[in-house]
């Protein structure tokens, strides 16, 4: 199983931006029902996306210069670990908190063709992310650190909503 995890490799000014672009009105973000399955009625989550995972690919933002940034620190991770980057498929920014219900988003794979995937944590709230292997049984287990990165495969995999705050997390997922 593929999988990479590097907490050094934004820039100062890539991190400056996330800053600025957390703590001000660039991002809207907006209500969903689920993060994996939209019949899913069982937690909400908050969103800000910049490129949808439809085809024919779908920009949501008309801000370039915020698609830029993304893409710039999805290619910084890329370049450092030596991880091949040719075509973005999604990039969003996801939004999860304690909904009384449920304590885990459901085991899924983003897309149903080959994908690679970096989560970057954008605080340090309680949420574990867990990678998991073809028959859904847990083989890594990632814990938010604020700038830290994960890349992995197309794999099973899902993540704990934090019992307090909230997890941001920059979801990117390419070829």
Do not use: W
């Not at 009105?25 to 996306?49: A, C, R, W």
């Not at 970057?120 to 830290?148: F, H, M, R």
């Amino acid at each position: 199983m593929f999988y990479v995890e590097d907490d050094n490799f934004l820039s100062d000014k890539q991190k400056s931006y996330l800053e600025e672009s957390l703590n001000s009105e660039k991002m809207s973000f907006k209500l969903g029902t689920s993060t994996v399955n939209p019949d899913d009625q069982g937690y909400h989550f908050i969103n800000h996306i910049l490129l949808s995972k439809d085809r024919p690919r779908k920009y949501h933002t008309n801000n370039q210069e915020e698609i830029d940034y993304f893409v710039d620190i999805l290619k910084s991770f890329c370049i450092k670990n030596n991880v091949p980057l040719h075509s973005v498929f999604r990039i969003g920014v996801n939004v999860t908190f304690n909904n009384g219900f449920i304590s885990k988003c459901p085991s899924h794979i983003d897309h149903d063709y080959d994908h690679k995937q970096v989560i970057l944590y954008l605080n340090e709230a309680p949420g574990d992310t867990v990678i998991c292997d073809d028959n859904k049984k847990p083989v890594i287990v990632s814990s938010p650190k604020k700038y830290k990165a994960i890349c992995f495969d197309k794999q099973y995999h899902y993540h704990y909503f934090p019992n307090y705050g909230i997890r941001i997390v920059a979801v990117f997922t390419f070829n």
